[in-house]
T-cell receptor, first 115, second 115 residues
Framework: DQQVKQNSPSLSVQEGRISILNCDYT??????FLWYKKYPAEGPTFLIS?????DKNEDGRFTVFLNKSAKHLSLHIVPSQPGDSAVYFC??????????????FGRGTQLTVWP | ETGVTQSPTHLIKTRGQQVTLRCSSQ?????VSWYQQALGQGPQFIFQ???????GRGNFPPRFSGLQFPNYSSELNVNALELDDSALYLC??????????????FGQGTRLTVV
């Protein structure tokens, strides 16, 4: 039972344009969401997170939007750069401000940014 | 401050054998989680250790077991290896509770191949 879904396995974007990666979840108990980037032969690297008390969080070129009523979040990358080409994973958890517990991951979206 | 390190990076084992994977958590982190990532999938939660006690377990059989040591390093043991155990095994550590927004820091993973 996939509680976090990334329905687009791949996304191709031209350099300088916006990349939008989408994620849906089913468990209403999830209150903390994270995005990770993964290059081949490396572990996932944290990008940005958002708590359910917010609907937007920004960090440089990366912005995450959360729509709780739709159980949907998205990651915007502006402007996209060739170095952003990687697999992006959405993850969710029931955090409640205590020790970070089990993360539920989507299957990932392969982003390719071409010059 | 060192990151999360895992050993070995690659391993080939025969079906039926046993394997031990090791993880050194990031300095100051008292929570360690293990994930299995099969090809084309997102990481799947195996279990988590908090202050040397198991603190949650995913849908994995008992032949997957673990330990956390007083220095917060950890081991993942898998007995009676099966071909389907071939995957990337990821270790992640998290900081102490109650520090607001947080993340799990991942190691580079151990690629296990069972033949």
């Amino acid at each position: 039972d996939q509680q976090v879904k990334q329905n687009s396995p791949s996304l191709s974007v031209q350099e300088g344009r916006i990349s939008i990666l989408n994620c849906d979840y089913t468990n209403s108990m999830f209150d903390y969401f994270l995005w990770y980037k993964k290059y081949p032969a490396e572990g996932p690297t944290f990008l940005i997170s958002i708590s359910s008390i917010k609907d937007k969080n920004e960090d440089g070129r990366f912005t995450v939007f959360l729509n709780k009523s739709a159980k949907h979040l998205s990651l915007h990358i502006v402007p996209s750069q060739p170095g952003d080409s990687a697999v992006y994973f959405c993850a969710a958890t029931d955090y409640r401000g205590s020790t970070l517990g089990r993360l539920y991951f989507g299957r990932g979206t392969q982003l390719t940014v071409w010059p | 401050e060192t990151g999360v390190t895992q050993s070995p990076t690659h391993l080939i084992k025969t079906r039926g054998q046993q394997v031990t994977l090791r993880c050194s958590s990031q300095s100051g982190h008292n929570t360690v989680s293990w994930y299995q990532q099969a090809l084309g999938q997102g990481p799947q939660f195996i279990f988590q250790y908090y202050r040397e006690e198991e603190n949650g377990r995913g849908n994995f059989p008992p032949r997957f077991s673990g330990l956390q040591f007083p220095n917060y390093s950890s081991e993942l043991n898998v007995n009676a290896l099966e071909l389907d155990d071939s995957a990337l095994y990821l270790c992640a550590s998290s900081p102490v509770a109650g520090q607001g927004d947080t993340e799990a820091f991942f190691g580079q993973g151990t690629r296990l191949t069972v033949v």
